[in-house]
């Protein structure tokens, strides 16, 4: 379910403010990147899958064995067409801090990382 928050003047000014970091032109000295993050289960098989063969499609089981949880945060510069990833066991500030310094690491030449969508 959607939930959206009163449109008064404050929250409009952070909007305009997302979106004029948005329209920046390509720079890079000081790209704009977007973060985010996402929780996903971790699953086994229970039953092996069947690979393809011919006339007969790959099969996959339904029945999984949940295997806990991680945490991913994913990085996103559009204007460049990059991206990557970072895989957590979890999702603490210590995990958040690794995921930054490996933001910082892929800019070394960067004068300013602007950061929207911070978790």
Known sequence: MWCVADLDEAYIERMEDVL?????PYDP??????LDEKAVSLHKEVRPPRAASPGHPAKRDNEYQRRGTAN???????KAGRHFTCATPNRTAAEFAKTLGSLL??????RT???AGTT
């Open 20 to 24: 004029a970091l948005y329209e920046r």
């Open 29 to 34: 000295a000081e790209p704009v990147v977007r």
């Open 72 to 78: 991913i945060f994913a990085v996103v510069e559009p």
């Open 105 to 110: 690491d892929r800019y070394p030449a960067a």
């Open 113 to 115: 990382i602007h950061l």
